[in-house]
Protein backbone atom coordinates (compact mmCIF):
# COMPACT_ATOMS: atom_id res chain seq x y z
CA UNK A 1 0.00 0.00 0.00
CA UNK A 2 1.35 3.24 -1.25
CA UNK A 3 1.46 5.84 1.94
CA UNK A 4 2.67 9.28 2.88
CA UNK A 5 2.84 10.11 6.20
CA UNK A 6 4.03 13.67 7.65
CA UNK A 7 4.90 15.05 11.19
CA UNK A 8 6.73 17.22 12.94
CA UNK A 9 4.35 20.28 12.56
CA UNK A 10 3.48 22.43 15.54
CA UNK A 11 3.04 26.30 17.40
CA UNK A 12 6.16 28.29 16.92
CA UNK A 13 6.69 31.77 17.34
CA UNK A 14 7.80 33.72 14.69
CA UNK A 15 11.18 33.73 14.14
CA UNK A 16 11.59 30.14 14.92
CA UNK A 17 12.41 27.03 13.43
CA UNK A 18 10.31 23.49 12.90
CA UNK A 19 12.02 20.43 10.77
CA UNK A 20 8.90 18.50 8.84
CA UNK A 21 9.22 14.75 8.37
CA UNK A 22 7.44 12.84 5.61
CA UNK A 23 8.13 8.63 5.64
CA UNK A 24 7.01 7.18 2.11
CA UNK A 25 6.45 3.40 2.10
CA UNK A 26 5.07 1.16 -0.45
CA UNK A 27 6.55 2.20 -3.78
CA UNK A 28 10.63 2.87 -4.30
CA UNK A 29 11.04 6.16 -2.92
CA UNK A 30 14.54 6.81 -4.47
CA UNK A 31 13.12 6.33 -8.05
CA UNK A 32 10.72 9.46 -7.40
CA UNK A 33 11.56 13.62 -7.19
CA UNK A 34 9.59 14.69 -4.13
CA UNK A 35 8.36 17.76 -3.02
CA UNK A 36 6.44 19.81 -0.09
CA UNK A 37 3.59 21.98 -0.46
CA UNK A 38 1.28 23.89 1.61
CA UNK A 39 -2.31 24.63 2.09
CA UNK A 40 -3.40 28.04 4.01
CA UNK A 41 -7.45 28.16 5.43
CA UNK A 42 -8.88 29.60 2.27
CA UNK A 43 -6.46 29.29 -0.45
CA UNK A 44 -5.20 26.79 -3.01
CA UNK A 45 -2.13 24.23 -2.06
CA UNK A 46 0.71 25.11 -3.43
CA UNK A 47 4.20 23.72 -3.86
CA UNK A 48 7.00 25.07 -1.46
CA UNK A 49 9.94 23.00 -2.45
CA UNK A 50 10.81 20.27 -4.62
CA UNK A 51 14.20 17.87 -4.90
CA UNK A 52 15.39 15.14 -7.72
CA UNK A 53 15.23 11.92 -6.70
CA UNK A 54 18.69 12.06 -5.73
CA UNK A 55 18.03 15.66 -3.62
CA UNK A 56 21.01 16.84 -5.59
CA UNK A 57 18.62 19.31 -7.27
CA UNK A 58 16.01 21.58 -5.29
CA UNK A 59 13.52 24.07 -5.96
CA UNK A 60 12.19 26.61 -3.83
CA UNK A 61 9.02 28.81 -4.01
CA UNK A 62 10.37 32.69 -3.75
CA UNK A 63 8.24 33.10 -0.35
CA UNK A 64 10.63 30.20 0.95
CA UNK A 65 13.91 30.61 -0.62
CA UNK A 66 16.59 31.19 2.10
CA UNK A 67 14.77 30.01 4.78
CA UNK A 68 13.87 26.64 4.12
CA UNK A 69 15.91 23.25 3.40
CA UNK A 70 14.52 20.24 1.83
CA UNK A 71 16.82 16.66 1.97
CA UNK A 72 16.17 13.36 1.72
CA UNK A 73 17.06 10.25 2.76
CA UNK A 74 16.65 7.67 0.45
CA UNK A 75 17.96 5.20 3.03
CA UNK A 76 15.50 5.80 5.41
CA UNK A 77 12.56 6.33 2.66
CA UNK A 78 12.21 10.03 4.17
CA UNK A 79 11.73 13.74 3.13
CA UNK A 80 13.16 16.58 5.13
CA UNK A 81 11.76 20.26 5.18
CA UNK A 82 13.96 22.42 7.63
CA UNK A 83 11.92 25.74 8.23
CA UNK A 84 13.84 28.82 9.61
CA UNK A 85 12.90 32.09 10.42
CA UNK A 86 9.33 31.33 9.99
CA UNK A 87 6.90 34.08 9.60
CA UNK A 88 3.28 34.09 10.56
CA UNK A 89 2.40 33.87 6.64
CA UNK A 90 4.09 30.28 6.74
CA UNK A 91 0.80 28.56 8.74
CA UNK A 92 -0.78 26.20 7.13
CA UNK A 93 -1.44 22.61 6.59
CA UNK A 94 2.11 21.10 5.17
CA UNK A 95 2.02 17.70 2.72
CA UNK A 96 4.50 15.75 0.79
CA UNK A 97 4.10 14.25 -2.19
CA UNK A 98 5.91 12.78 -5.57
CA UNK A 99 6.33 14.64 -8.09
CA UNK A 100 7.00 14.50 -12.25
CA UNK A 101 10.08 16.33 -11.77
CA UNK A 102 11.61 18.39 -9.14
CA UNK A 103 11.67 21.66 -11.19
CA UNK A 104 7.89 21.96 -11.53
CA UNK A 105 6.61 21.85 -8.01
CA UNK A 106 3.59 22.31 -8.86
CA UNK A 107 0.05 20.46 -8.24
CA UNK A 108 0.03 19.32 -11.60
CA UNK A 109 3.45 17.51 -11.09
CA UNK A 110 2.03 15.50 -8.35
CA UNK A 111 1.84 11.72 -9.23
CA UNK A 112 -1.57 9.94 -8.70
CA UNK A 113 -3.04 12.79 -6.33
CA UNK A 114 -1.33 10.96 -3.75
CA UNK A 115 -0.87 12.85 -0.34
CA UNK A 116 -0.95 12.19 3.50
CA UNK A 117 -2.60 13.39 5.91
CA UNK A 118 -0.71 16.44 6.05
CA UNK A 119 1.01 18.47 9.45
CA UNK A 120 -0.30 21.47 10.13
CA UNK A 121 2.34 24.55 10.87
CA UNK A 122 1.36 27.38 12.98
CA UNK A 123 3.50 30.52 13.05
CA UNK A 124 2.42 33.08 16.04
CA UNK A 125 3.43 36.71 15.62
Known amino acids: QVQLMESGGGLVQAGGSLRLSCTASGFAFDDYPMGWFRQAPGKEREGVSCTSWSGARTYYADSVKDRFIISRSNAENTLYLQMNRLKPEDTAMYYC??????????????????WGQGTQVTVSS
Open 97 to 114: AAVSTYADCSIASVRNNL
